[in-house]
């Protein structure tokens, strides 16, 4: 990485902390910190939901996506559109309601504080895992094209991303990702640019693509087993982004900031709209690479566009995607913090010890940011080393996480809407049971030949866009059938 470059990179960081200490001005209570004293605009919660759904996976991997194959990948994001309305139009409303702190304060208004509590500590350990293994698979690329260890590269994200969200709070992430979103949309555009004109410029790049089927946009077959098919796409995606814009507070938590519902829903919507934008461009930066015979077959495709950034873009120019590449790491990052401390600090901490001074729960909320920044770091050295010596098995299983909690999650607030004979009691077993049968249908292919059991097989061979609906029906259904229980047998369950 040259000089220029770096002065690129560092400036980022320094503007990224300094955007903290600003935001940091006149905080006096939770609201303040965790919702921005719901007072952002539609437009900037529009972009942060963008920028923390895009880890620095995604803006490694959808350009090999698209050298390798073709478009079909945005089938997905049309079913994550799908899924944003249906949010916008059946569970946005309840949020609003009051003056809810987090996702999970719905749940305790209908199911009870216990019920709360479970949802609450599923949501913090999926999500401390999940973003463990993020930020060490961010760290991967960083440590490609700036040379440092992986190790550094992990302090380095953990270290700049810790210091913002604690002064800055969730105003800080919101400005922030505003800011990220913007760098490394830019760096796509100019990388896009540059692919193109190594190609030929724009035209013999695309004909030469679609020439080999790498436009294509639609698959219309009926196939379970197929990743990208619009069936699986529309359902399965739509279904996902229920599930993560619905009721992973996560997003919940941009949601509650706006300023209105109305704000909420455009922001939310407008979300879905740009997610396809955004994977359309980085699609095309991937198809450009291999128009232009940057993508040889035996180079992993995750590798290709870091290769691309480092070997072909010209100074300064390479500097803002790798801060791109960072920032999108960062975005992710600084957003599971501040996320999982209100929870803490909401669902549980204030529920058990029933401390409801908005000084007090400042301090607090600033002290669960701290130490989940810490466990984040902790967690992602953990997989660095670990990894090392097991042939990264337990990256696979971090990444699944979220697929299989998802539709537990979902499932439950259909439960709410749904069955009103549902108590608590039958949502926690209902949830518990999901998660143990989720965990055996996604590592059923690790699980056939280690157990012997040829049954589970078939299940394996499921395509992870099912895996959120499959999870959400059998919520559903363990629910309304623990629901018709007579009380007698609910109670002693």
Known sequence: ????????????????????LWAARSQKTTGDYFLGARDLPAWAILLSIVATETSALTVISVPGIGARG???????AFGYLVGRVLVAVWLLPGYFKGEQETAYQRIESRFGLEARRVVSVVFLVTR????????????????????????????AIGTVTMIYTWFGGFKAVVWTDVMQL?????????????????????????????????????DLSIDLTSTYTLLGGLVGGAM??????????????????????????????????????????????????WAANLAPADVPADRLFPSF???????????????????????????AINSMASSATHDLYAGWTGRRDPAHLLRIGRLFSGIWGVVLM?????????????????????????????????GTYLLAGMVPRAAGRDVIVALSI????????????????????????????????????????????????MSRLPATARSSG
């Not at 463990?132 to 992990?154: C, E, K, N, Q």
């Not at 693509?209 to 294509?216: C, F, N, S, T």
């Not at 965990?439 to 049954?455: E, M, R, S, Y």
Request: charged share 5%.
């Open 378 to 410: 902790l967690g992602a050295l953990f997989f660095h080393f670990y990894s090392q010596r097991n042939d990264s098995p337990v990256v696979v299983l971090a990444l699944s996480i979220a697929s299989i909690t998802y539709g537990g999650l979902l």
């Open 128 to 155: 401390a895992l999940g973003d463990a293994v993020r930020v060490f698979a961010s760290a991967i690329p960083m440590a490609l094209v700036t040379g440092w260890s992986v190790p550094t590269s992990i302090l």
């Open 240 to 289: 996902l982004s229920a599930a993560s814009h619905g009721t992973d507070h996560l997003i919940v938590q941009r949601l509650l900031a706006s300023r209105s519902l109305g704000a909420a829903r455009r922001a939310l919507i407008g979300s879905g709209v740009a997610v396809i934008l955004q994977f359309l461009l980085f699609l095309l930066v991937g198809s450009a690479i």
């Open 434 to 481: 999901t998660v143990v049968v989720m965990l055996v249908v996604v590592f059923a292919k690790q699980l056939a030949p280690l157990t012997g059991a040829t049954w589970l097989e078939p299940i394996g061979r499921l395509a992870w866009p099912w895996y959120v609906p499959l999870g959400t029906l059998l919520t559903i259904g363990l629910g309304l059938g």
């Open 182 to 218: 913007s760098v490394y949309v830019a760096g796509g555009i100019g990388a896009l640019v540059i692919a193109w004109g190594l190609a030929g410029g724009p035209g013999p790049a695309l004909g030469a693509a679609a020439a080999a089927g790498k436009l294509r946009l639609i």
């Open 1 to 20: 990485m040259s000089t220029v470059d770096l002065v690129v990179v560092i400036v980022y960081l320094v503007g990224s902390i300094g955007v903290g």
């Open 70 to 76: 073709d478009l079909t990948f945005l089938q997905l």
């Open 309 to 335: 950034v480092l070997t072909h873009l010209p100074v300064g120019l390479g500097g803002l995607v790798i801060a791109g590449i960072l920032a999108a790491a960062m975005g992710t990052h600084s957003s």
